[in-house]
């Protein structure tokens, strides 16, 4: 797949085309050799450059899928804080009253906190919040 971009550009013809004055004579189609290719060829990778390189990619990708997790959970924690003191409950208080609410209720409650969360943030939608708030409480049971 890298070959066939890399050899892309060496098949246009780099200069325009040049006609022959004699219609019989063949017009060569391409004047320019391709360069890549042979550049290509002679610069040969090793399997265990390979490997370091995408060992290294994936680390850099795993670190930065950590870093947001931690950033989320860091997110809802201040969310579930501040819908506490919204409510005047403790987040264990909280905890218990939210798995007996309604989703009518929780979502009147959210509407309610983001509202109010709103004046001083440019908050998430209500059911982005709630779900936020879900996943949160969810995972300190």
Not at 3 to 29: A, C, D, E, M, V
Not at 84 to 103: A, V
Request: with cysteine; aromatic share 6%.
């Amino acid at each position: 797949m890298a070959l066939r971009i890399h050899l892309l550009p060496s098949i246009l013809p780099s200069q325009p085309l040049k006609f022959h004055p004699y219609p019989s004579l063949p017009t060569p189609l391409f004047t320019s050799t391709p360069k890549t290719l042979i550049s290509l060829c002679a610069k040969k990778t090793k399997d265990s450059d390979l490997a370091s390189d995408l060992a290294k990619k994936l680390q850099k990708i795993k670190t930065q899928f950590v870093r947001r997790e931690e950033a989320m959970k860091k997110s809802r924690e201040l969310l579930v804080n501040d819908l506490c003191q919204h409510l005047g409950f403790k987040t264990e208080e909280l905890k218990k009253k939210w798995g007996n609410l309604s989703e009518d209720d929780k979502c009147g409650l959210i509407k309610g906190f983001v509202e109010e969360w709103g004046v001083n943030f440019h908050p998430l939608s209500a059911k982005s919040v709630k779900e936020m708030i879900d996943k949160q409480l969810g995972e300190e049971s």
